[in-house]
């Protein structure tokens, strides 16, 4: 009796439920990067300071010109600078920066503004850029040419409930 008492125990044990999930999955990505360019067009800048001096902007003393403004550039004006008193100490400093012209139209596709602050980059080239997958969940992946990008993923996930 004893000896078959591990026997009884055997399947007189109760029944265990336990879940077992297994999922694969295969995934391919190809990407051909698209050209862009991008541009800041600057704007115009003056300044004008000094100490022991006076201006004139040619007619009437103690002021500067006020320019002028073609398409969207300024043109500072005609200034002259004297000493106050002649051989005294005296500083003077003018700083003028020219804007970028705002364009009369847009430009046609593929060409780029006339502008200080360009970036510009191609689109990329499919060439030979490929990726397959089996039935048997074999992945290929080919390089394709420049600004491209192929990713090959593998997922293997086990659940135990």
């Known amino acids: 009796m004893w000896k ?11 029944a265990v439920r336990a879940d077992l999930t297994h999922k694969l999955s295969t995934s391919t990505q190809l990407t ?11 704007g115009s800048s003056f300044s004008i300071s000094g100490t022991g001096i006076d201006t004139t902007d040619g007619t009437t003393a103690n002021t500067v010109s006020a320019g002028t403004i073609t398409s969207g550039v300024y043109a500072p004006g005609v200034i002259a600078a004297t000493q106050d008193v002649p051989g005294a100490s005296f ?7 020219q804007a970028d012209a705002v364009p009369t139209s847009a430009p046609s596709v593929g060409a780029v503004g006339n502008f200080s602050d360009v970036t510009s980059h191609a689109a990329g080239t499919a060439g030979s850029l ?3 997958i089996t039935s048997q969940g ?5 390089a394709g040419g420049a600004g491209t990008t192929a990713t090959g993923q ?3 996930e086990i659940v135990v409930d």
């Open 130 to 132: 490929a990726g397959t």
């Open 4 to 14: 078959l008492l591990p026997i009884i125990f055997l399947f007189g044990a109760p």
């Open 91 to 97: 500083s003077f400093s003018q700083n003028y920066t």
């Open 32 to 42: 051909v990067n698209a050209g862009i360019t991008q541009t800041e067009r600057i």
């Open 138 to 142: 074999v992945m290929t992946l080919t």
């Open 154 to 156: 593998f997922v293997s």
